[in-house]
């Protein structure tokens, strides 16, 4: 789409971009390129345009279109991103595409989900305008093994992605939430797919959603226990589509890295994890009080019970026993 392709080239640009070459670049006449730049205005971009100069980007709305994305993403890494206005799921519509011969690293983000989903089957509230929501392919971490490390690493990039566009560092609450001050801001939700008439691992798709702004929207029972990146910086805005940009990048790198990079992610992770200490341990067992002892090797948890026995445990959810700060 036209509109998309010059906002993406402006939003590029260090300086002003003649209508004259956007229009041999995009093989349209200057007047498509003009009309171009005028439904941008409409839609809320602060456009300066002199003659002899071109048009200079100043300003935006916050919004999750390609262009947007493809400001701040080479040309190359947006032929395998898709963006949508809204979708049920983006792990779901991934999934549905796997089958087509989707490459690895393939995105899919949307401005909205109707049925985001957590673990445990939870709803993910997803609004739109209000977080970012996106899921990438891999197929380098096809194994149970490999999927506990691909949420791992995810994480990590996570925290990254989000200490490089805010200067807030995240902590990590085992095995894959991003917390600031003890409230949630990023769920993790990673997917393998076997093929049916063998079991063999299809793909293993990794889903990320972070609250951006809106916690007032936020029903009454997540307030207390979630925030956004906007309450925990002082107000200042965060643009959706530099963090996702600077996310995609991040999981770009654990493809690279997975599973050979496995120490500098684990040092990473075992630094901002916050799951030390008195917990309340919940699996398919039920509830148990156990003492978190730190991260093992392979992304597990070192528990110790009551009764003194130890445990690496692999899954469940785990409640550390501190007050929230208000």
């Not at 100043?58 to 979708?87: F, I």
């Not at 959706?240 to 493809?255: F, G, P, Q, Y």
Request: with cysteine.
């Amino acid at each position: 789409m036209l509109q998309d392709e010059v906002l993406a080239a402006l939003g590029r640009a260090d300086g002003y971009v003649s209508g004259e070459e956007m229009s041999r670049r995009f093989g349209v006449t200057r007047a498509a390129v003009h009309a171009a730049v005028e439904r941008l205005r409409a839609e809320g971009y602060e456009i300066v345009s002199v003659t002899r100069k071109g048009h200079l980007l100043l300003s935006g709305p916050d919004k999750l279109g390609e262009g947007d994305l493809a400001a701040h993403l080479p040309e190359e890494r947006m032929q395998t991103v898709r963006v949508l206005s809204e979708v049920d799921s983006t792990n779901r519509y991934l999934k549905s595409l796997v089958e087509d011969g989707l490459p690895e690293g393939f995105v899919v983000m949307a401005d909205s989900q109707t049925k985001g989903r957590g673990r445990y089957g939870r709803s993910f509230v997803s609004p739109a305008g209000s977080g970012l929501y996106l899921s990438m392919l891999l197929k380098n971490a096809g194994s149970p093994q490999g999927l506990s490390d691909a949420t791992s690493y995810a994480a990590v990039a996570a925290a990254r992605a989000v200490r490089k566009v805010t200067g807030i560092c995240p902590d990590i609450k085992w095995v894959n939430d991003l917390q600031i001050r003890g409230r949630k801001i990023c769920g993790i939700l990673t997917e393998l797919s076997l093929k049916a008439e063998s079991a063999e691992v299809q793909s293993c798709i990794v889903g990320i959603g972070i609250n951006v702004r809106g916690r007032e929207n936020f029903p009454p029972e997540l307030r207390k226990i979630a925030t956004t990146l906007e309450d925990e910086n002082g107000g200042t805005k965060v643009r959706r589509a530099e963090l996702a940009a600077a996310l995609i990048t991040e999981l770009d790198l654990v493809r690279a890295a997975l599973p050979a990079g496995k120490e500098e992610y684990l040092a990473e992770y075992r630094r901002l994890c916050v799951t030390k200490g008195p917990i309340l341990l919940r699996d398919a067992t039920g509830e148990r009080e156990a003492v978190a002892l730190g991260v093992a090797d392979d992304f597990s948890l070192l528990v110790r019970y009551p009764d003194g026995k130890q445990e690496c445990v692999r899954s469940g959810e785990v409640q550390v026993r501190r007050k929230v700060s208000s």
